[in-house]
Every structure is written in C-alpha cells, then in structure tokens.
C-alpha cells in the first residue's frame, strides 16, 4: 500500500501533448513518480513510453514507463541517472516520433481485427510494426486481399473516438471483447471503449486502454508482412508501416 494519490493520465486526456509541466510526488522502486503523467505505462500489447524530464540544474532520460500500485505510473530512468528529490518541478517531454508510430500501429491493429474477424489470442505494439494473433484454423485470405481492405478503411479516414461503460455494462456485452488472452481494463467501475466510424460508418468498437490516432487517415500506408501458423488453431499475422 501506498498513500500516493492515482497519477493523472495525461495522455488518456490529449494523446497528441508531447511536453507538460511535471511534479515528482514520490521515488518508488527505482523509478519517478509524478502528480500527471504524458507518458502510457506499459499494457494492453502497447509498450511503455520514453523520453526525458527536464529540470532547473538537471534531466534525465526516460527508458521505460510502467503500471505502479494504486494507480500510480512509474516512469524508469536510465541506468545510473540520479533522480530529483520529491517536490521538483520541471517538464516532461514524450519521445513523440516513438509513441506517435505506435499510436498509428495501434490504430492500424484495430482495423486489423475488423478486417479479420475471429477471436484475438495475442498482440504487439510496435513503433514500425505489430502483430496479432488469432484463433484461426484455416488460411485467411491472401495478403493482397487484406491489404486492399486494410487501405480502404484508412482511406476512409474515420473517426476514432473514446467512450465509457461501466463494468456491468461490459460484463452484460460480452461481444465487444475481441481479445482472448488480455483482460480489458476493468476494475475501476468505468472501462473505456475506443469506437472507429460514427453512426452508420461505425466500424468498430472495442475495450481498450491505448493510445490511437484521431482519424484513421493519420495511419498511412500499410503492409502485411508474414502470416505464421502458430500451434493447431493459432495464427499471427504482422502488420507494418509504410512511411
């Protein structure tokens, strides 16, 4: 236990802020911990973001942001760094270019599962590629097919937007689930939906506790890359940026 108070998550707020004014509240196990935090704690496939902190007299790199107790996110230095004592302000700056190139492939891994739609078993983020798997006993279609799918729903450049349900809600749709082998975020009463398309474009909805761009056009161009069968009813298919 801790008398910590949960960090505010900056990046749940604008996921687009590369820099914010930063207070240390507390050193914990090594790493920072802040009262607001830009950088996502690793979870979901998505990793945790870097960067740097920056204060009068002082910086240090950011290697690594984890899920702490209580709420609390943990921001890692790098080896030998020495941390500004509890109550320092200064600014934290997002290793934007990173963190904006998952947020497309997370983005992107999103559309995958509509355009493949089976159960998720497994996935990764990546800031150039990501991958899912999926419970699929038999080949999908060919690459270029998905592909051509994938570019037409980027194309379209959708909306993604956010919104809440409660716990119950979620436990009474079951249906929006996609992932089989990670948990979606509950436990706080409220979990967040990120929605892709509006009204009658809708395309997906779904839990999830990442990062995304705004508009599904920000993704880009796209490619499937190997498609591996992995044990009798698993298979991966990758997924990567082009550009």
């Given at each position: 236990?801790?008398d910590l108070p949960a ?208 508009r599904t056009g920000e993704i880009g161009g ?22």
């Amino acid at each position: 236990m801790t008398d910590l108070p949960a960090t505010r998550l900056l990046f749940r707020e604008d996921a687009y802020a590369q820099q914010a004014p930063a207070r240390v509240l507390a050193h914990l196990d090594g790493a920072l911990v802040l009262e607001a935090s830009l950088f996502y704690p690793a979870g979901g496939g998505q990793p945790g973001d870097t960067g740097r902190l920056v204060w009068p007299g002082g910086a240090l790199t950011i290697t690594d942001t984890r899920k702490g107790p209580e709420g609390a996110v943990l921001l890692v230095p790098g080896a030998g760094q020495a941390l500004p004592p509890v109550g320092t302000e200064g600014t934290q700056h997002l290793d934007w270019a990173r963190r904006y190139a998952m947020m497309r492939v997370h983005t992107a891994l999103h559309l995958l599962s509509v355009v493949i739609p089976l159960p998720v078993t497994g996935g990764q983020i990546g800031p150039e590629k990501g991958r899912l798997d999926f419970d699929m006993p038999e080949a999908p279609p060919e690459r270029a097919a998905l592909e051509e799918a994938l570019q037409a729903l980027v194309a379209r450049d959708l909306p993604v937007s956010e919104d809440w349900i409660t716990d119950a809600e979620l436990a009474a749709n079951p249906a929006l689930v996609k992932t089989m082998s990670v948990a979606p975020p509950m436990g706080q009463g409220r979990v967040r939906l990120v929605r892709i398309g509006a009204g009658a474009d809708q395309v997906d909805l779904q839990p999830c506790g990442g990062t995304h761009v705004a508009r599904t056009g920000e993704i880009g161009g796209l490619r499937i890359g190997k498609i591996e069968k992995k044990g009798r009813q698993n298979r991966r298919v990758a997924l990567h940026l082009e550009g």
